[in-house]
């Protein structure tokens, strides 16, 4: 059974971006250590790109980031250079969502995992983290194929 799902608001440190997104009170937020996320001092959690929505203007003042694959999409404010989401290597169909940038009051509870971005493609298979961008029907479906 699929935890509720709540609605977090938040957004960058001068607020001109602002956004919504649909994820349960406890999450699971990565810590990774690639060269990118080290220096940012980056943890965040993953949600489908369909649970989350940029709200009003923002995406007036954002702009995007990349280096190596150009998969990831690092997004951050014009204005106040605050990355408070961005579309990660790992989950390109998802948005990973940086949890100290939520709004107090709505998180509950947050498992921090490691994840080895020095060493992303064995961190990639051995964590699951590909499954957090999936709905969890979609990935109970798909374990229930393979068992059959």
Not at 22 to 32: G, I, R
Not at 34 to 55: A, I, Q, W, Y
């Amino acid at each position: 059974m699929e935890p509720k799902l709540v609605v977090h608001n938040g957004g960058c440190h001068c607020r001109k971006v602002r956004w919504h997104v649909l994820a349960p009170t406890s999450v699971v937020a990565w810590k990774c250590n690639c060269s990118d996320c080290s220096m940012r001092g980056n943890t965040h959690f993953v949600v489908p790109h369909e649970r989350f929505e940029l709200l009003g203007d923002s995406k007036e003042y954002l702009t995007t980031y990349t280096f190596g694959t150009h998969t990831a999409k690092h997004t951050f404010c014009k204005v106040c250079g605050i990355t408070s989401f961005y579309t990660p290597r790992s989950n390109p169909d998802g948005i990973a969502v940086a949890f100290r940038c939520l709004d107090p009051g709505t998180l509950s509870d947050v498992e921090i995992r490691h994840y080895d971005g020095k060493n992303w493609e064995n961190s990639y298979n051995q964590t699951g983290i590909s499954s957090c961008s999936k709905e969890q029907s979609a990935i109970d479906s798909t374990q229930q194929q393979e068992s059959n």
